[in-house]
């Protein structure tokens, strides 16, 4: 059973997702990822990490835990696979309709995206420079 404090922060959808509803971090590459810390003392986690880790055992190393139901606050560890960091990007691009921008960004009408390695989290995250000009 997982601990109480973890639970008390969840919320249950009716499409199995099981969101965290409590403040997120924002500014450190992470927005909406839930962080859960798992005692006094105890360092602070990725919530959807500790969910998974709890019921199905470590992650392996190099393996970042893809949301396959798309929803970065989702805990449900059904909803939380396994997969190199590289696939875990392309199928990010994948869900949001459209390939990998080239390097340098380039959305065809003066919009970019790119994306960064947070050396402070180590992980992956992207930021995106809206057009400034109807296309």
Same mark, same amino acid.
């Given at each position: 059973?997982?601990?109480?404090?973890?639970?008390?922060?969840?919320?249950?959808?009716?499409?199995?997702?099981?969101?965290?509803?409590?403040?997120?971090?924002?500014?450190?590459?992470?927005?909406?990822?839930?962080?859960?810390?798992?005692? &006094?003392?105890?360092? #602070? @986690?990725?919530?959807? $990490?500790?969910?998974?880790?709890?019921f199905n055992g470590p992650v392996a190393k190099g393996?970042?835990?893809?949301?396959?139901?798309?929803?970065?606050?989702?805990?449900?560890?059904?909803?939380?696979?396994?997969?190199?960091?590289?696939?875990?990007?392309? &199928?990010?691009?994948? #869900? @949001?309709?459209?390939? $990998?921008?080239?390097?340098?960004?380039?959305?065809?009408?003066?919009?970019?995206?790119?994306?960064?390695?947070?050396?402070?989290?180590?992980?992956?995250?992207?930021?995106?420079?809206?057009?400034?000009?109807?296309?």
């Amino acid at each position: 059973m997982i601990p109480i404090n973890f639970a008390s922060h969840c919320e249950f959808a009716p499409d199995g997702c099981i969101f965290w509803a409590t403040a997120q971090p924002t500014g450190t590459g992470r927005i909406g990822y839930g962080v859960f810390a798992p005692g &006094r003392g105890q360092q #602070s @986690v990725n919530a959807h $990490r500790f969910a998974y880790q709890w019921f199905n055992g470590p992650v392996a190393k190099g393996m970042v835990l893809d949301h396959t139901c798309g929803h970065r606050n989702c805990v449900n560890p059904a909803h939380l696979e396994p997969v190199s960091q590289r696939e875990n990007v392309r &199928r990010y691009w994948e #869900s @949001v309709g459209r390939r $990998r921008p080239p390097r340098g960004g380039g959305g065809g009408c003066g919009g970019s995206v790119s994306l960064y390695l947070s050396t402070r989290s180590g992980s992956y995250f992207s930021y995106v420079n809206e057009c400034k000009k109807v296309c």
